[in-house]
């Protein structure tokens, strides 16, 4: 069974500053700097007006003249939902994140631990200690489905029966000693697709790869998850490709396995700003926090291979980019050639930058075998035949496309070079 965990409205509640500035009022995120002049998430106030999320800003001030912007804050909803994922985690709970407010976890190893699926879902509320929206179901698309569809501080759970042409039954919680079996046989996606099918179209808005879908097929008078399922899948791919194939998918029941998220120690070096707050001066300020943070003690000789780098601005509000580098680094002047660029996507003057190590790589020094050293082997023989493409493709990416080539021979009895080998590019 998936558990799914829904925070309503969880970057606009961290931007507002709290659940009570959100209500009755009509509140939305203003567009990023820079960025697309679109609104971020909306109160329920604006909601109620006409204004969605992604919404262009003329549009939604048109709708909802009372419409206030209030400045993203992605500093703070980073260290909110980190705290958040961490007391999940503290359950015993191995979490997929898909994005901040959203969560999904397997409840299968937590039964025995917290007393059946009802004792899981009981003990994330009290983890949380805030209103939070919980479903459970046979797939994390189910669960979401669940999840959005209540509104009491009871969970919807759509609880698989497992017997032979076993459904689906939702109902509001689960009682104790309910847990099944680990070796009974998988729940039918036939009955997960059942109770999908009157669920709206608009739930395709929470997963990334789908999302876009949303708008054609309102247009296209398809309304329902049902109606979607009821499509050829032909035709689907036809029309939208592989976001289209996967939308229907996840309406006839079917989903990919949760994928787990790692937690990983991070290390983190700040620094507050007086006058070092743009141009060389905080690029200064940069090499200083990239210095500190190869210098802790708990880095333990490990190379970086994501950072965030992270501001609180002058002028109110936060902003945050991550960097993931294109191989694992411990050279101060590599990282910082890596770093500096990004300080240019800075909206306005910051008062505050902190740098944080959020995946590491293998120690220094320490680098896989480019050739296979055990030939007899199909599957290390593929994994450095794919390692092997990707250091080509690195070296043509920096050098052009002569840069990786293979010798040939071509007339190994020829008396001249030239004639014996040529040189021909590597193939990728």
Same mark, same amino acid.
């Given at each position: 069974?998936?558990?799914?965990?829904?925070?309503?409205?969880?970057?606009?509640?961290?931007?507002?500053?709290?659940?009570?500035?959100?209500?009755?009022?009509?509140?939305?995120?203003?567009?990023?700097?820079?960025?697309?002049?679109?609104?971020?998430?909306?109160?329920?106030?604006?909601?109620?007006?006409?204004?969605?999320?992604?919404?262009?800003?003329?549009? =939604?001030? +048109?709708?909802?003249?009372?419409?206030?912007?209030?400045?993203?804050?992605?500093?703070?909803? =980073?260290?909110?939902?980190?705290?958040?994922?961490?007391?999940?985690?503290?359950?015993?709970?191995?979490?997929? #994140?898909?994005?901040?407010? #959203?969560?999904?976890?397997?409840?299968?190893?937590?039964?025995?631990?917290? /007393?059946?699926?009802?004792? $899981?879902?009981?003990?994330?509320?009290?983890?949380?200690?805030?209103?939070?929206?919980?479903?459970?179901?046979?797939?994390?698309?189910?669960?979401?489905?669940?999840?959005?569809?209540?509104?009491?501080?009871?969970?919807?759970?759509?609880?698989?029966?497992? =017997?032979?042409? /076993?459904?689906?039954?939702?109902?509001?919680?689960?009682?104790?000693?309910?847990?099944?079996?680990?070796?009974?046989?998988?729940?039918?996606?036939?009955?997960?697709?059942?109770?999908?099918?009157?669920?709206?179209?608009?739930?395709?808005?929470?997963?990334?790869?789908?999302?876009?879908?949303?708008?054609? #097929?309102?247009?296209?008078?398809?309304?329902?998850?049902?109606?979607?399922?009821?499509?050829?899948?032909?035709?689907?791919?036809?029309?939208?490709?592989?976001?289209?194939?996967?939308?229907?998918?996840?309406?006839?029941?079917?989903?990919?396995?949760?994928?787990?998220?790692?937690?990983?120690?991070?290390?983190?070096?700040?620094?507050?700003?007086?006058?070092?707050?743009?141009?060389?001066?905080?690029?200064?300020?940069?090499?200083?926090?990239?210095?500190?943070?190869?210098?802790?003690?708990?880095?333990?000789?490990?190379?970086?291979?994501?950072?965030?780098?992270?501001?609180?601005?002058?002028?109110?509000?936060?902003?945050?980019?991550? $960097?993931?580098?294109?191989?694992?680094?411990?050279?101060?002047?590599?990282?910082?050639?890596?770093?500096?660029?990004?300080?240019?996507?800075?909206?306005?003057? +910051?008062?505050?930058?902190?740098?944080?190590?959020?995946?590491?790589?293998?120690?220094?020094?320490?680098?896989?075998?480019?050739?296979?050293?055990?030939?007899?082997?199909?599957?290390?023989?593929?994994?450095?035949? /794919?390692?092997?493409?990707?250091? $080509?493709?690195?070296?043509?990416?920096?050098?052009?496309?002569?840069?990786?080539?293979?010798?040939?021979?071509?007339?190994?009895?020829?008396? $001249?070079?030239?004639?014996?080998?040529?040189?021909?590019?590597?193939?990728?």
């Amino acid at each position: 069974m998936v558990v799914c965990v829904h925070l309503p409205r969880f970057e606009l509640t961290v931007a507002a500053g709290g659940a009570e500035a959100l209500a009755g009022h009509a509140l939305a995120i203003a567009p990023a700097p820079g960025g697309e002049a679109r609104v971020g998430e909306v109160s329920g106030a604006a909601e109620a007006q006409g204004v969605t999320r992604g919404m262009a800003l003329g549009e =939604a001030l +048109a709708r909802c003249p009372r419409l206030r912007l209030v400045a993203g804050d992605p500093l703070g909803v =980073a260290q909110e939902w980190g705290r958040a994922a961490r007391a999940l985690e503290g359950i015993g709970a191995a979490l997929e #994140l898909p994005r901040a407010g #959203l969560a999904y976890f397997e409840s299968d190893g937590l039964l025995g631990l917290h /007393g059946g699926e009802e004792g $899981v879902v009981a003990a994330a509320r009290q983890a949380l200690r805030r209103p939070v929206r919980v479903g459970a179901g046979p797939t994390r698309f189910c669960a979401l489905a669940a999840a959005l569809e209540v509104r009491s501080r009871r969970a919807r759970i759509v609880a698989p029966s497992f =017997a032979q042409g /076993g459904a689906f039954a939702a109902r509001g919680s689960v009682p104790h000693g309910s847990a099944r079996d680990a070796h009974s046989t998988q729940p039918d996606h036939r009955a997960a697709r059942r109770y999908l099918a009157s669920r709206p179209v608009t739930l395709l808005g929470f997963r990334a790869e789908t999302a876009a879908l949303v708008e054609p #097929l309102a247009r296209l008078g398809i309304d329902t998850l049902g109606e979607l399922a009821a499509l050829g899948r032909d035709a689907v791919a036809d029309r939208f490709g592989a976001p289209g194939v996967l939308a229907r998918r996840l309406a006839r029941g079917e989903d990919d396995p949760l994928r787990t998220h790692i937690a990983e120690e991070r290390l983190r070096e700040s620094l507050e700003l007086e006058e070092a707050n743009s141009g060389p001066a905080l690029e200064r300020v940069l090499g200083v926090l990239v210095d500190r943070l190869l210098a802790r003690p708990e880095r333990r000789g490990r190379t970086l291979r994501a950072l965030t780098l992270s501001a609180r601005l002058v002028e109110g509000g936060t902003w945050r980019e991550r $960097v993931v580098l294109r191989e694992a680094l411990s050279d101060p002047r590599r990282m910082r050639l890596a770093l500096a660029p990004r300080l240019a996507l800075l909206p306005a003057p +910051a008062a505050y930058l902190r740098l944080e190590a959020e995946r590491f790589g293998p120690p220094e020094g320490a680098q896989g075998a480019l050739f296979d050293p055990d030939p007899t082997s199909p599957a290390r023989r593929e994994e450095h035949r /794919g390692r092997l493409r990707e250091a $080509v493709a690195q070296v043509r990416a920096a050098a052009g496309p002569e840069a990786a080539l293979r010798a040939v021979c071509v007339d190994p009895d020829s008396r $001249v070079p030239e004639r014996r080998v040529v040189f021909t590019p590597f193939p990728g």
